[in-house]
């Protein structure tokens, strides 16, 4: 009824060797980060700020976005405290202050940002090209 | 290997389907608010998750109907999912056609369902709730039904079989199946009040299969979130664009450990990623000379500062200058070059 068992499931194509930035990159792969890219390029223009649009700065965003993830302040703001502002080092994050300054980081959330039915597309297309489904 | 050992092993492809939702405040027509969740106020996707926890084919359904009205009504969300599926196989080389098994929620699960899988020669475990037709059949199937009891009607139709069981004093779990057996298994349970021993309760396989994966959506969900930080942002374009880069990297995550047979954890996983990627966009650190020359306390030992004109006591000792010197003026002989 169902032939023979053809598929192996889990990844199409496996690399033992394959760092973590390398698995992400098969997903957020360069097509999605030049769309990002140019999308913020446009952004940018009508705004008329000087921020940086290229690829680069997409994955500055993204780590950024990371990065918050991790340290969960109560407020995004308490991240991009000046050094040694704080008590004992217990707000700010050098990482993420390395990465952007407030105003970047405000400028970027807007800059590098897509609607869910190109990300869902995008998702899905790479999920199929990538995987096999089931155990 | 025989033929018929391998058509055994076939047999083993779950899918769940089910809802996840996104919390958010965002100015957005996606957003609902369904009150008693964790998240009252959230967008909700539809989306696919097999055994290995890869994530297939996310929906974003708008549906503006009650949550359980007449899941009939529902059937087009669903037939996505049995096309996708379907359609995937096609697409393989070579042509291959696997017997996916679908475990959906209450919402969706009808009739008309279970005879779209059965058209398809698929599989389904389906959860059913009493908006489900024909709704005669409900009172008469838990009608003297004990505690821990269990009922089945046979659909020779469809292959498939409904099985009601009494799982607690007024719960009933009512499951519509092609796939389980109707086998009577031992189940164990924890008494809810001290002493709170266990003991074993004759049950039906289909209670133990639907158990063990109806939540692999919600299991998704929670590694999403658990990285996602809710914000109030207006623009829900950021909240979905923040969603997607966490899925993404939940769904590499699930991928890095696959491929390298690794079980990192997903923090682990992402201190990973961020400590690769600071590596790229981040300008390298300059190499300080301190870093080399790093001044020693030597504990109760002083000498006279070896850094001319001061000559004062210290208690310091650079190492690879092989000189004493007080703090200030090693910082000042180093930072100089």
Not at chain 1, 28 to 33: E, I
Not at chain 2, 161 to 188: G, W
């Given at each position: 009824m169902f032939g023979k068992f053809t598929q192996v499931p889990?990844?199409?194509?496996?690399?033992?060797?394959?760092s973590p930035l390398q698995a992400l990159r098969l997903f957020v792969n360069d097509t999605l980060a030049t769309r990002f890219s140019n999308s913020a390029a446009k952004v940018s223009s009508q705004n008329q700020w000087t921020d940086e649009t290229s690829v680069h700065a997409f994955w500055k965003y993204f780590a950024a976005v990371l990065g918050h993830g991790i340290v969960q302040?109560?407020?995004?703001?308490q991240a991009y405290v000046?050094?040694?502002?704080?008590v004992a080092g217990l707000l700010s994050n050098s990482f993420l202050r390395d990465l952007h300054t407030f105003e970047e980081w405000q400028h970027a959330k807007q800059l590098f940002a897509m609607s869910h039915i190109d990300l869902s597309a995008h998702f899905n297309q790479r999920a199929s090209d990538l995987l096999n489904p089931a155990q | 290997m025989s033929e018929s050992h391998l058509s055994l092993r076939v047999c083993y492809r779950k899918i769940a389907v089910d809802e996840g939702g996104l919390p958010s405040w965002a100015n957005s027509k996606y957003r609902k608010y369904t009150p008693?969740?964790?998240?009252?106020?959230a967008i909700e996707y539809l989306v696919a998750v097999d055994e290995n926890f890869f994530a297939f084919n996310i929906t974003w359904p708008q549906d503006d109907s009650k949550k359980y009205d007449d899941p009939e009504k529902k059937l087009d969300q669903m037939r996505a999912y049995v096309t996708y599926f379907v359609e995937y196989d096609k697409q393989q080389l070579p042509r291959s056609k696997q017997p996916y098994i679908f475990y959906i929620?209450?919402?969706?699960?009808s009739l008309k369902l279970m005879e779209l899988l059965h058209e398809n020669q698929l599989f389904g475990v389906l959860s059913c709730?009493?908006?489900?037709?024909?709704?005669?059949l409900w009172s008469w199937i838990k009608a003297d039904l004990a505690k821990y009891d269990w009922w089945s009607i046979g659909l020779p139709r469809l292959s498939a079989n409904l099985v009601c069981v009494r799982t607690k004093d007024k719960v009933y779990l009512k499951i519509l199946t092609n796939y389980c057996a109707l086998k009577e298994i031992q189940y164990k349970k924890r008494k809810r009040k001290f002493p709170m021993t266990e003991f074993y309760v004759a049950a039906c396989d289909v209670q133990k299969e639907y158990n063990a994966f109806k939540c692999k959506v919600d299991q998704l969900n929670k590694a999403v979130l658990e990285y996602f930080r809710l914000s109030r942002y207006l623009d829900d374009k950021v909240t979905f664009t923040q969603f997607f880069i966490h899925l993404f990297t939940v769904q590499s995550w699930t991928y890095y450990n696959a491929c390298t047979g690794r079980s990192l954890s997903q923090l682990e996983y992402r201190v990973l990623v961020l400590q690769e990627l600071a590596v790229e966009i981040l300008p390298p650190p300059q190499p300080s000379v301190l870093a080399v020359h790093w001044p020693k306390h030597m504990g109760g030992r002083t000498h006279n500062c070896q850094y001319s004109p001061c000559r004062n006591n210290c208690t310091y000792f650079c190492i690879a200058c092989e000189k004493w010197g007080c703090l200030k003026c090693l910082e000042k002989a180093h930072l100089n070059g």
């Amino acid at each position: 009824m169902f032939g023979k068992f053809t598929q192996v499931p889990g990844p199409k194509n496996p690399d033992v060797n394959l760092s973590p930035l390398q698995a992400l990159r098969l997903f957020v792969n360069d097509t999605l980060a030049t769309r990002f890219s140019n999308s913020a390029a446009k952004v940018s223009s009508q705004n008329q700020w000087t921020d940086e649009t290229s690829v680069h700065a997409f994955w500055k965003y993204f780590a950024a976005v990371l990065g918050h993830g991790i340290v969960q302040y109560a407020e995004e703001r308490q991240a991009y405290v000046a050094e040694k502002s704080s008590v004992a080092g217990l707000l700010s994050n050098s990482f993420l202050r390395d990465l952007h300054t407030f105003e970047e980081w405000q400028h970027a959330k807007q800059l590098f940002a897509m609607s869910h039915i190109d990300l869902s597309a995008h998702f899905n297309q790479r999920a199929s090209d990538l995987l096999n489904p089931a155990q | 290997m025989s033929e018929s050992h391998l058509s055994l092993r076939v047999c083993y492809r779950k899918i769940a389907v089910d809802e996840g939702g996104l919390p958010s405040w965002a100015n957005s027509k996606y957003r609902k608010y369904t009150p008693g969740k964790p998240h009252p106020n959230a967008i909700e996707y539809l989306v696919a998750v097999d055994e290995n926890f890869f994530a297939f084919n996310i929906t974003w359904p708008q549906d503006d109907s009650k949550k359980y009205d007449d899941p009939e009504k529902k059937l087009d969300q669903m037939r996505a999912y049995v096309t996708y599926f379907v359609e995937y196989d096609k697409q393989q080389l070579p042509r291959s056609k696997q017997p996916y098994i679908f475990y959906i929620d209450s919402r969706w699960a009808s009739l008309k369902l279970m005879e779209l899988l059965h058209e398809n020669q698929l599989f389904g475990v389906l959860s059913c709730g009493e908006n489900m037709r024909p709704k005669v059949l409900w009172s008469w199937i838990k009608a003297d039904l004990a505690k821990y009891d269990w009922w089945s009607i046979g659909l020779p139709r469809l292959s498939a079989n409904l099985v009601c069981v009494r799982t607690k004093d007024k719960v009933y779990l009512k499951i519509l199946t092609n796939y389980c057996a109707l086998k009577e298994i031992q189940y164990k349970k924890r008494k809810r009040k001290f002493p709170m021993t266990e003991f074993y309760v004759a049950a039906c396989d289909v209670q133990k299969e639907y158990n063990a994966f109806k939540c692999k959506v919600d299991q998704l969900n929670k590694a999403v979130l658990e990285y996602f930080r809710l914000s109030r942002y207006l623009d829900d374009k950021v909240t979905f664009t923040q969603f997607f880069i966490h899925l993404f990297t939940v769904q590499s995550w699930t991928y890095y450990n696959a491929c390298t047979g690794r079980s990192l954890s997903q923090l682990e996983y992402r201190v990973l990623v961020l400590q690769e990627l600071a590596v790229e966009i981040l300008p390298p650190p300059q190499p300080s000379v301190l870093a080399v020359h790093w001044p020693k306390h030597m504990g109760g030992r002083t000498h006279n500062c070896q850094y001319s004109p001061c000559r004062n006591n210290c208690t310091y000792f650079c190492i690879a200058c092989e000189k004493w010197g007080c703090l200030k003026c090693l910082e000042k002989a180093h930072l100089n070059g």
